[in-house]
């Protein structure tokens, strides 16, 4: 049998320096903006369809990049930080502060 030779693990050459590279460059190696857009894309499509099965939702509003780049960024932090319940990441207690 072959040793394995290879180098393991995430091969970011090119895409982020290791030593300069912010959060935010290491977000869009996971999330490229081709990604981000056809998330949007396909969220939106979904909701439409919803509501012509199910009847309109006067409170939905079409989601925008933006708001999409937030939502899987505080799904990433709610997997670093655990709280107990979901309403504790919205305290204003400092207790609970992040």
Same mark, same amino acid.
């Given at each position: 049998m072959r040793e394995f030779t290879e180098q393991s693990g995430p091969q970011l050459e090119g895409k982020v320096d290791r030593a300069t590279g912010s959060p935010l460059d290491n977000f869009f190696i996971l999330f490229p903006v081709a990604l981000l857009q056809l998330l949007v894309v396909h969220t939106n499509a979904y909701a439409t369809f919803c509501m012509a099965r199910d009847g309109p939702d006067t409170s939905w509003a079409e989601v /925008?990049? /933006?708001e999409m780049?937030?939502?899987?960024? $505080?799904? $990433?932090l709610m997997g670093i930080v655990q709280m107990p319940t979901t309403d504790m990441y919205w305290s204003r207690d400092m207790f609970f502060g992040l």
């Open positions: /925008t990049e /933006t780049r937030a939502f899987l960024g $505080i799904n $990433i």
